[in-house]
């Protein structure tokens, strides 16, 4: 009996040993899980999407910024609008101020020939002097004319233009409502 205790005894003493081995084997295998933890951690840098959720996620910003981006094109057509119908006006009316200028030096200049004095009758040049102050008046009688039917015109085209500005006026008040 007593060999078969020291059997057991020593396969003890044996698996002791083997599980002081196995302890310290381990022991230095865990010493270094920290920093292994730590190394083998990923890290998202990007993260990844399916693609439906993207195509949800674009479709919402595009309703969200569709309505701005139309309220700015309008504002902007209708600013650029004002200011066309603007440029055309300042033009009509340098264009009338010039014609009025041009009348006023008309005028300016026939009274100035009409201030001359006139040469003796009987004289050689006075038909002639006559027959060109007579061409002289139809001609600024003709350039009075054209220049009236020029501002005529400058006129109805003012007066088209601010008709179909206030049609244009009429129909958004009405989309409005």
């Given at each position: 009996m007593a060999d078969h205790l020291q059997h057991s005894v020593s396969s003890l003493q044996s698996s002791l040993q083997l599980l002081d081995s196995s302890i310290s084997t381990l022991d230095a295998?865990?010493?270094?899980?920290?920093?292994?933890?730590?190394?083998?951690q990923t890290t998202r840098h990007f993260e990844l999407l399916p693609e439906p959720t993207l195509r949800e996620a674009q479709q919402s910003l595009l309703d969200e910024i569709t309505p701005s981006i139309a309220h700015l094109l309008e504002l902007a057509t209708n600013h650029v609008e004002k200011l066309s119908r603007r440029e055309q006006g300042l033009r009509a009316k340098c264009d009338l101020?010039?014609?009025?200028l041009y009348s006023n030096e008309e005028r300016q200049q026939q009274k100035?020939?009409?201030?001359?004095?006139?040469p003796k009758p009987g004289a050689f040049g006075d038909r002639r002097q006559a027959a060109a102050a007579a061409a002289a008046a139809k001609a600024a009688e003709l350039r009075r004319l054209i220049q009236k039917k020029e501002r005529l015109q400058y006129a109805v085209e003012r007066l088209e233009l601010q008709g179909k500005q206030r049609e244009r006026q009429l129909r958004k008040s009405m989309a409005f409502q």
């Amino acid at each position: 009996m007593a060999d078969h205790l020291q059997h057991s005894v020593s396969s003890l003493q044996s698996s002791l040993q083997l599980l002081d081995s196995s302890i310290s084997t381990l022991d230095a295998g865990v010493s270094d899980f920290p920093r292994l933890s730590k190394v083998l951690q990923t890290t998202r840098h990007f993260e990844l999407l399916p693609e439906p959720t993207l195509r949800e996620a674009q479709q919402s910003l595009l309703d969200e910024i569709t309505p701005s981006i139309a309220h700015l094109l309008e504002l902007a057509t209708n600013h650029v609008e004002k200011l066309s119908r603007r440029e055309q006006g300042l033009r009509a009316k340098c264009d009338l101020q010039q014609g009025r200028l041009y009348s006023n030096e008309e005028r300016q200049q026939q009274k100035r020939q009409l201030a001359k004095p006139k040469p003796k009758p009987g004289a050689f040049g006075d038909r002639r002097q006559a027959a060109a102050a007579a061409a002289a008046a139809k001609a600024a009688e003709l350039r009075r004319l054209i220049q009236k039917k020029e501002r005529l015109q400058y006129a109805v085209e003012r007066l088209e233009l601010q008709g179909k500005q206030r049609e244009r006026q009429l129909r958004k008040s009405m989309a409005f409502q």
